[in-house]
């Protein structure tokens, strides 16, 4: 945070660390007290809205530029092992909260009906993120 803030403002603090880090801490302690995910949930949600509402924007933005013909032009390369590897990382990123999972598992009223949930939302998100990486990227190429 102190690098990205100080080359883009003039706020540099030669004590930026450890102020970044004392304002980093604020909101992880609230989240530390949190005594159920039922709770965290809501904030969960506002997160996942942002992020819809984004990709419709980048969606709708890339279908314009296909239908103007003023998209990258190239060839569409159907498996790239480099960028493969590359892009391991991003998928990591997208399933970094299943840690979480026997936890919010333990706190379901219905826990039988969880399996499905977890099937369902994970299915989702993988058809999500394939079809919006397949229209982005059919747009912009690498």
């Keep these: 945070m102190q690098v990205v803030i100080c080359a ?4 540099c603090l030669s004590w930026g660390q450890f102020f970044y880090i004392l304002i980093m801490m604020i909101p992880a302690l609230f989240i530390c007290w949190v005594d159920s995910y039922t709770n965290v949930s809501y904030f969960s ?4 809205i942002a992020a819809i509402i984004a990709m419709i ?14 998209s990258v032009q190239g060839e569409l390369k159907v498996f790239d092992f480099e960028g493969f590897l ?14 979480v999972i026997l936890n919010i598992r333990a706190e379901t009223k219905e826990q039988e009906q969880f399996p499905k949930i977890l ?22 190429l690498d």
Excluded: Q
């Excluded at 949600?45 to 996942?48: A, K, L, R, T």
């Excluded at 924007?57 to 003023?70: D, P, Q, R, S, W």
């Design 86 to 99: 590359g892009n391991i990382g991003v998928a990591m990123f997208v399933f970094e909260g299943n840690a």
């Design 119 to 140: 099937v369902l939302a994970l299915d989702s998100a993988i058809v999500l993120f394939s079809n919006f990486s397949l229209i982005c990227y059919v747009t912009f």
């Design 8 to 11: 883009k403002t003039d706020f």
């Design 45 to 48: 949600i506002s997160g996942i």
């Design 57 to 70: 924007g980048i969606v709708y933005y890339c279908f314009e530029k296909l239908a103007t013909h003023t």
